[in-house]
Nanobody
């Protein structure tokens, strides 16, 4: 059994910052790429950022320059530092991870999501 658990969401004023965390636990042999996605009401889920095991990153245009994705491989955890937040960043944020389990299977797992609301 593998789980991803996000934390760090909340209500923040425009221009503020939040740091999201996502910890993977369970029977994990290794984790390849990890990422953050978001889904606003009435919209499709979209990419925010991804990071490889080696630390190479990729960002969606709307967040480039305002967000930083990082990971701690020893803790099986990925982070998303979000700065200069805008109302349009309001969404449920999901993490995912490409995981090789202790049984040798490879799956993409998703967290349950954490709400980020940017409003004055």
């Amino acid at each position: 059994q593998v789980q991803l658990v996000e934390s760090g969401g909340g209500l923040v004023q425009p221009g503020g910052s939040l740091r999201l965390s996502c910890a993977a636990s369970g029977s994990i042999l290794s984790i390849n790429a990890m990422g953050w996605y978001r889904q606003a009401p009435g919209k499709q889920r979209e990419l925010v950022a991804t990071i490889t095991r080696g630390g190479s990153t990729n960002y969606a245009g709307p967040v480039k320059g305002r967000c930083t994705i990082s990971r701690d491989n020893a803790k099986n955890t990925v982070y998303l530092q979000m700065n200069s937040l805008k109302p349009e960043d309001t969404a449920v944020y999901y993490c995912n991870a490409d995981i090789i389990t202790g049984w040798g299977d490879r799956y993409t797992y998703w967290g349950q999501g954490t709400q980020v609301t940017v409003s004055s």
